[in-house]
């Protein structure tokens, strides 16, 4: 007799109705990336990733992993969702039902062979997918073009050539690295800044 997908898991899926927030660290952690590691990351692990879960709305993808099994790792743009002693972490997971059509859905579904992913390949699929999408990190904390805050985590968005030999580049936070090409006047407003501060060197 075929096993029911609620009955093959410790928990049960959300409903057929709405994405559910889940609590993380109860029957398994995640790790987040942005959507654009995530591409990469999956390509290198082919058919050995878990289920994954997509949010388009965020430009994140979600793994999920054995409970404390990722609690060192340290990587750029890489988040672990897990338990905290004094703070609880959820994660909205959608209803085993929802593919593409939905923001929020299961980009690999889920079912009673693909649950959670092994952390070891994960572990060395986002490495190399950090360095070959986000390119070598920068040295030190940068300035947002967005937002002009510092960030201990910028995104290289730009490379930006003028007339003459120097170039300027151009960073952001990771909450507003993805929108960079859509955001025509804070572009204009960052090119101008550069051009300013090369003229005051």
Known sequence: ?????????PWAPPNAMDVEALPVGEWWDAISAPTSVADRALELLGDRSGAVI??????????LIGIDTARSWCMRQVRVLTALADEGTLLGVPP???????????????????YLTDT????????????EVLGPAPDGRQLCYRCQLPTDEPVLVAIEHSGSVARTT??????????YSRDTVAQAAARRRAREFGRSR
């Open 1 to 9: 007799m075929a096993t029911s997908t609620a009955q093959a898991f």
């Open 54 to 63: 997509q949010d388009d709305t965020y430009g994140k993808t979600y793994w």
């Open 96 to 114: 085993v039902s929802w593919g593409p059509e939905h923001r929020t859905h299961w980009r690999i579904p889920l079912g009673p062979d693909r």
């Open 120 to 131: 070891n390949r994960l572990a060395r699929a986002l490495r190399r997918a950090v360095d």
């Open 170 to 179: 151009v960073y952001a936070c990771p909450a507003h690295a993805r929108d």
